[in-house]
């Protein structure tokens, strides 16, 4: 099995999405993550599509992906060659003792701490996977309540774009 | 203006000439907009037919075929013949009435979600929000439907678009789609590739698939392959591609297929897929096929390149405009020991049935019935057991083969028949099914009488549904659950209950004067064939 990151820009009308996720659901591809959001161009869509598979299945996912009539075109962003970012927040049981000691970690990684209540915390983090999964191991001994991630977002470096808008 | 009004222009500016539908009230404002122009409206029975209706006027025509729906049941009951035309890449625009919008998602009367429920199996599909998009949506439709990869698109329009008011009427002279841009020309480089393989290839074959048909590269297929002398089998939509008796024709491979076309295939150096998906049935391990040969897969839609078998030359492009450019390469190679070699194969083929004689025996009927029809006749195959003795027995001249082949859908052959017929109003036409089939269609000899759109109707009787039983008979130790017909009706009484003229045959005594009085009626007929209720395919 190989991971990819598949970058897709798509035209940006209604039940796009649905397209992608219903083409994923009903030939058995895996969706670890899929981020949307609109471009510069208003007219267009940037999806971030992690998935998983042998390379005949990602293979046949850039092809099928690429047949659908929305799709304006969909690259691999190569992990070398891109940014990659996820967002991660974090509420964390915590009284004032662990509070200390939280906030010592969250400054390590750079994270912020975007709310307080007298037992709890919740926590923000921007970063690559490594660095989401790195911060969460040392919050282990903690006692997590909740997470919600958004999903990856990528670029690619330089100045080369997937498509000229 | 009305929006209505909009959709039937619309049909007219795609130089429509006949839709194939059945009303309901969020249909209503378009069918009453169809009074005023010339596009004939075919009611059919049940809207499944209408699709396959639609279907059959496609693929004779070689134009869009256009089926129409009302919301609810009416849109829910297309989705098989949508289903079956996406299956074998047929394009059809399917419009269907929709409830209007404000009430969108409330579960009202007759409400389904159209669009999400045909999802898989179209090309694309619309719901249009704004009586100012219908023009350009119906242009984009109809090109997106009948180029790259043909295929269904579905619009569904609510009843307050159909009747709201449009103040300008334009249709685009083109679509302006930025994100659909199918490939047609063949890249020069891998055409290149495949001619220097065919220049060191001992044994090159071509199976030729439905793409061949679709793209209307038939008459190319047959210049290549004779000119070049390369063998030609096909696949089950490709039947036809080639005419039975050429020489250089060697049948249809895979597991309903002839021996020799599959050795033939089998014991290629070269095998250039044209047009043809590398499924299931045609080739029952792929991976086999790879072994020894060297694939060219030529495809219109990249996709299909690569997800069954991995090619060693992928070629993208419509395959007219490639043969277009095979034409221009020259290749003197000889192959003639191959061709002895499959002559040899050919022969060596030795007939397997040994029919019951107190019956008809569906395959010699079926190649006597193919040699008597005309050059150019259209010949509708079911599905079943009728079906595989049909592309196992039909001698194609220079007609038409038509099937259900890649969704396999019981009742197909009457409602293509019907739509086919609109298409070719000359042609000799017949459709042939079992009587399980027959069943599935049966309501649309009523269409047939009421809009003049005579066909032949051949009905295979063996009180079973044959495909199912032989089944059970090789997987169950014949133990039969549920494919006894009993309790069918006389299907003579019922044609004649239609006006339709029948006849009974219970062997084969005089089949060759049945067969010719029932091809040389003039008007339309059914034929009823008692076979052996346990004969098998195989």
């Given at each position: 099995m190989n991971r990819k990151v598949f970058q897709l820009i798509a035209d940006n009308t209604s039940g796009v999405l649905s397209r992608i996720a219903g083409l994923f659901s009903r030939r058995g591809y895996n969706i670890e993550s899929i981020t949307a959001g609109v471009t510069t161009d208003p007219n267009y869509s940037r999806i971030t599509i992690v998935t998983t598979g042998?390379?005949?299945?990602?293979?046949?996912?850039?092809?099928?992906?690429?047949?659908?009539?929305?799709?304006?075109?969909?690259?691999?962003?190569?992990?070398?060659?891109?940014?990659?970012?996820?967002?991660?927040?974090?509420?964390?049981?915590?009284?004032?003792?662990?509070?200390?000691?939280?906030?010592?970690?969250?400054?390590?990684?750079?994270?912020?701490?975007?709310?307080?209540?007298?037992?709890?915390?919740?926590?923000?983090?921007?970063?690559?996977?490594?660095?989401?999964?790195?911060?969460?191991?040392?919050?282990?001994?903690?006692?997590?309540?909740?997470?919600?991630?958004?999903?990856?977002?990528?670029?690619?470096?330089?100045?080369e774009s997937i498509v000229k808008l | 203006m009305l929006g209505a009004d909009a959709m039937a222009k619309c049909l007219e500016e795609e130089g429509v000439e006949a839709v194939f539908g059945y009303p309901g009230v969020a249909i209503c404002p378009f069918f009453n907009s169809m009074l005023g122009n010339n596009i004939e409206r075919i009611l059919v029975r049940t809207e499944q037919n209408a699709a396959h209706a639609a279907n059959g006027y496609a693929r004779v025509s070689g134009k869009v075929g256009v089926c129409v729906a009302t919301s609810g049941p009416g849109a829910t009951n297309l989705i098989t013949g949508i289903a079956t035309a996406y299956a074998d890449s047929i394009p059809l625009v399917c419009i269907t009435g929709q409830v209007d919008s404000s009430l969108l998602g409330s579960d009202v009367f007759q409400e389904a979600d159209i669009t999400g429920a045909v999802e898989s199996f179209v090309k694309y599909s619309y719901l249009i929000k704004k009586v100012e998009d219908i023009p350009r949506i119906f242009k984009e439709a109809f090109y997106i439907a009948s180029t790259g990869r043909k295929g269904p698109v579905l619009i569904d329009v609510p009843i307050d678009i159909q009747n709201a008011v449009l103040k300008n009427f334009s249709y685009p002279e083109e679509v302006n789609l930025r994100t659909y841009k199918p490939t047609v020309k063949g890249h020069a480089v891998q055409i290149k590739k495949v001619f220097d393989a065919l220049k060191k290839a001992k044994k090159p074959i071509i199976c030729a698939g439905g793409g061949v048909i679709l793209s209307n590269a038939k008459s190319e297929l047959r210049e290549f392959s004779h000119k070049n002398g390369i063998p030609v089998v096909s696949t089950l939509m490709g039947i036809g591609a080639m005419p039975t008796r050429d020489p250089l024709y060697y049948g249809m491979v895979g597991n309903n297929g002839k021996s020799y076309a599959n050795k033939a295939m089998n014991d290629s150096d070269l095998l250039i897929m044209i047009g043809a998906r590398v499924a299931d049935r045609a080739i029952a391990q792929p991976d086999l096929v790879t072994e020894n040969t060297i694939l060219v897969h030529i495809d219109v839609d990249p996709a299909e390149i690569g997800k069954n078998v991995g090619p060693t030359i992928p070629l993208v492009g419509d395959i007219k405009s490639i043969f277009d450019d095979f034409k221009k390469e020259e290749l003197n190679s000889d192959y003639s020991e191959w061709i002895e070699t499959l002559n040899k194969y050919r022969e060596a083929e030795k007939p397997r049935r040994k029919p019951d004689e107190k019956y008809v025996d569906p395959a010699v009927f079926i190649t006597k019935l193919s040699e008597k029809m005309e050059e150019e006749g259209i010949y509708v195959a079911d599905v079943g057991q009728n079906q595989m003795w049909s592309c196992g027995y039909h001698i194609v001249k220079n007609g038409m083969f038509l099937t259900s082949g890649g969704m396999g859908t019981m009742g197909y052959s009457i409602p293509a028949a019907i739509g086919a017929r609109r298409a070719a109003k000359d042609r000799q036409i017949i459709a042939v099914c079992g009587d399980g089939s027959f069943q599935m269609s049966m309501m649309e000899l009523a269409t047939m009488m009421q809009h003049g759109l005579f066909i032949k109707i051949v009905v295979f009787h063996n009180g079973y549904l044959g495909l199912v039983r032989e089944y059970q008979y090789n997987t169950y130790k014949a133990n039969y659950s549920v494919v006894d017909l009993s309790g069918s009706p006389d299907f003579c009484k019922l044609g004649e209950a239609y006006g339709i003229k029948c006849v009974r045959v219970s062997d084969m005594q005089g089949i060759d004067e049945k067969i010719d009085e029932f091809i040389s009626y003039d008007g339309p007929m059914l034929m009823e064939l008692m076979i052996d209720p346990m004969d098998r395919v195989k």
């Amino acid at each position: 099995m190989n991971r990819k990151v598949f970058q897709l820009i798509a035209d940006n009308t209604s039940g796009v999405l649905s397209r992608i996720a219903g083409l994923f659901s009903r030939r058995g591809y895996n969706i670890e993550s899929i981020t949307a959001g609109v471009t510069t161009d208003p007219n267009y869509s940037r999806i971030t599509i992690v998935t998983t598979g042998d390379n005949d299945i990602l293979e046949q996912i850039e092809k099928q992906v690429a047949k659908l009539v929305d799709v304006e075109s969909i690259v691999e962003l190569n992990p070398g060659d891109s940014v990659f970012r996820e967002l991660i927040m974090i509420k964390v049981k915590a009284d004032a003792a662990q509070r200390v000691e939280i906030s010592t970690v969250v400054d390590i990684f750079r994270a912020s701490i975007v709310d307080v209540t007298v037992d709890s915390l919740i926590i923000e983090l921007i970063g690559d996977q490594p660095k989401i999964e790195a911060f969460l191991a040392m919050l282990e001994s903690y006692d997590i309540l909740e997470t919600a991630r958004t999903g990856i977002a990528g670029l690619s470096r330089g100045t080369e774009s997937i498509v000229k808008l | 203006m009305l929006g209505a009004d909009a959709m039937a222009k619309c049909l007219e500016e795609e130089g429509v000439e006949a839709v194939f539908g059945y009303p309901g009230v969020a249909i209503c404002p378009f069918f009453n907009s169809m009074l005023g122009n010339n596009i004939e409206r075919i009611l059919v029975r049940t809207e499944q037919n209408a699709a396959h209706a639609a279907n059959g006027y496609a693929r004779v025509s070689g134009k869009v075929g256009v089926c129409v729906a009302t919301s609810g049941p009416g849109a829910t009951n297309l989705i098989t013949g949508i289903a079956t035309a996406y299956a074998d890449s047929i394009p059809l625009v399917c419009i269907t009435g929709q409830v209007d919008s404000s009430l969108l998602g409330s579960d009202v009367f007759q409400e389904a979600d159209i669009t999400g429920a045909v999802e898989s199996f179209v090309k694309y599909s619309y719901l249009i929000k704004k009586v100012e998009d219908i023009p350009r949506i119906f242009k984009e439709a109809f090109y997106i439907a009948s180029t790259g990869r043909k295929g269904p698109v579905l619009i569904d329009v609510p009843i307050d678009i159909q009747n709201a008011v449009l103040k300008n009427f334009s249709y685009p002279e083109e679509v302006n789609l930025r994100t659909y841009k199918p490939t047609v020309k063949g890249h020069a480089v891998q055409i290149k590739k495949v001619f220097d393989a065919l220049k060191k290839a001992k044994k090159p074959i071509i199976c030729a698939g439905g793409g061949v048909i679709l793209s209307n590269a038939k008459s190319e297929l047959r210049e290549f392959s004779h000119k070049n002398g390369i063998p030609v089998v096909s696949t089950l939509m490709g039947i036809g591609a080639m005419p039975t008796r050429d020489p250089l024709y060697y049948g249809m491979v895979g597991n309903n297929g002839k021996s020799y076309a599959n050795k033939a295939m089998n014991d290629s150096d070269l095998l250039i897929m044209i047009g043809a998906r590398v499924a299931d049935r045609a080739i029952a391990q792929p991976d086999l096929v790879t072994e020894n040969t060297i694939l060219v897969h030529i495809d219109v839609d990249p996709a299909e390149i690569g997800k069954n078998v991995g090619p060693t030359i992928p070629l993208v492009g419509d395959i007219k405009s490639i043969f277009d450019d095979f034409k221009k390469e020259e290749l003197n190679s000889d192959y003639s020991e191959w061709i002895e070699t499959l002559n040899k194969y050919r022969e060596a083929e030795k007939p397997r049935r040994k029919p019951d004689e107190k019956y008809v025996d569906p395959a010699v009927f079926i190649t006597k019935l193919s040699e008597k029809m005309e050059e150019e006749g259209i010949y509708v195959a079911d599905v079943g057991q009728n079906q595989m003795w049909s592309c196992g027995y039909h001698i194609v001249k220079n007609g038409m083969f038509l099937t259900s082949g890649g969704m396999g859908t019981m009742g197909y052959s009457i409602p293509a028949a019907i739509g086919a017929r609109r298409a070719a109003k000359d042609r000799q036409i017949i459709a042939v099914c079992g009587d399980g089939s027959f069943q599935m269609s049966m309501m649309e000899l009523a269409t047939m009488m009421q809009h003049g759109l005579f066909i032949k109707i051949v009905v295979f009787h063996n009180g079973y549904l044959g495909l199912v039983r032989e089944y059970q008979y090789n997987t169950y130790k014949a133990n039969y659950s549920v494919v006894d017909l009993s309790g069918s009706p006389d299907f003579c009484k019922l044609g004649e209950a239609y006006g339709i003229k029948c006849v009974r045959v219970s062997d084969m005594q005089g089949i060759d004067e049945k067969i010719d009085e029932f091809i040389s009626y003039d008007g339309p007929m059914l034929m009823e064939l008692m076979i052996d209720p346990m004969d098998r395919v195989k």
